[in-house]
């Protein structure tokens, strides 16, 4: 007969009841459309993880933009590196995904093509543990 396994503790030791409690994020995805003699639209979407909020920002243009996929137009990674990028936008996900923090996903603000301009970022918030209300 094999020896019996002891069950194993699980109560929480006075150590870890004085541990201080972990930072929690969220990441926000925040769309800005800016045009002159309008009043600007912002938007935000909240996500789990940065990788979320980055790999959502094509659908956010999408449905958001009103430009239908030109505005993918020769920019690297979308799969129209061929054509003439006439909007104008910057893509710096791969810069923003490298970082720890957030940054601008996707830009046409630094050019003069146009009136209207959009861009695209993510964010990180800190979201306040339960016991910070003391």
């Known amino acids: 007969m094999p020896p019996k396994r002891k069950k194993q503790k699980t109560a929480i030791g006075k150590s870890a009841l004085a541990a201080p409690a972990q930072l929690q994020f969220i990441w926000l995805l925040r769309y800005e459309w800016c045009c002159s003699g309008h009043p600007d639209e912002i938007k935000l979407w909240i996500y789990s993880t940065k990788e979320k909020a980055i790999s959502a920002f094509p ?18 990674g979308f799969g ?19 970082t720890e923090g957030g940054g601008v996903l996707l830009t046409n603000k630094n050019n003069d093509c146009d009136d209207t301009t959009i ?16």
Not at 69 to 74: L, P, T
Not at 119 to 134: G, H, L
């Open 119 to 134: 861009t695209i970022s993510v964010e990180r918030m800190q979201v306040d543990p339960p016991d910070s209300r003391k």
């Open 80 to 98: 129209k590196e061929d054509d003439e990028n006439y909007m104008c936008f910057e893509c710096f996900a791969d810069s923003v995904r490298a």
């Open 59 to 76: 659908k956010v243009m999408a449905e958001n933009a009103s430009l239908g996929e030109d505005w993918k137009n020769g920019l690297e």
